[in-house]
């Protein structure tokens, strides 16, 4: 079955410094992964997705993450964060068959100092 | 910008009460599905539905869930008799066609049970 794990519960970054959120993943077939932001009291908003193109996938608003298959990994960058980027971001894969059903990972706060 | 919108925001219901929680999908998507987030918890797929028909549903969605279509718009999640553990944020999303897709997700509907 597929899975993620995001091995980050919070993350505390000064503004302008970069962002670094991790995520590994699980699956027994070609996944499609993404990161989903939830500000306060909004919708589960997408960054941006992997599926099976380019393995480096830009997102909105300056974020980047990596498929790396030797790792299973799918982590999320920022170069400079910004105070609006204080967020929960999720991790989440799919399985690229059928009806999708997303599966989510715990979910990584991400805090912004000034 | 078309959305997902969710109504009510916050429901507050007594152990055994009936809810039905709304869900008004972008108009142009095709496949609507339901997910929840027990406080604290990551968030879990329910059910998904396709052509007036549930096309899959995860072990939570017992038979005391239900969803349908009554018109159009609206895409209706019902608990027959809630308890305790039906605390929880739902999440309705929508998307324009299957496979490995973004979908779009409302809000949410915080729902209390006492």
């Known amino acids: ?114 | 910008e078309p959305e997902v919108t969710q109504t009510p925001s916050h429901q507050v219901t007594q152990m055994g009460q009936e809810v039905i929680l709304r869900c008004v999908p972008i108009s142009n998507h095709l496949y609507f599905y339901w997910y929840r987030q027990i406080l604290g918890q990551k968030v879990e797929f329910l059910v998904s539905f396709y052509n007036n028909e549930i096309s899959e549903k995860s072990e939570i969605f017992d038979d005391q869930f239900s969803v349908e279509r009554p018109d159009g718009s609206n895409f209706t999640l019902k608990i027959r008799s809630t308890k305790l553990e039906d605390s929880a944020m739902y999440f309705c999303a929508s998307s324009e066609w299957e496979g490995a897709n973004e979908q779009f997700f409302g809000p949410g509907t915080r729902l209390t049970v006492l």
Request: hydrophobic share 35%; aromatic share 12%.
């Open chain 1, 1 to 114: 079955a597929q899975s993620v794990t995001q091995l980050d519960s919070h993350v505390s970054v000064s503004e302008g410094t970069p962002v670094l959120l991790r995520c590994n993943y699980s699956s027994s077939y070609s996944p499609s992964l993404f990161w989903y932001v939830q500000h306060p009291n909004k919708g589960l908003q997408l960054l941006l997705k992997y599926t099976s193109a380019a393995t480096l996938v830009k997102g909105i608003n300056g974020f980047e993450a990596e498929f790396k298959k030797s790792e299973t990994s799918f982590h999320l960058t920022k170069p400079s964060a910004h105070m609006s980027d204080a967020a929960e971001y999720f991790c989440v894969v799919s399985l690229n068959t059928g009806f999708q059903k997303l599966v989510f990972g715990t979910g990584t706060r991400l805090l912004v100092s000034p």
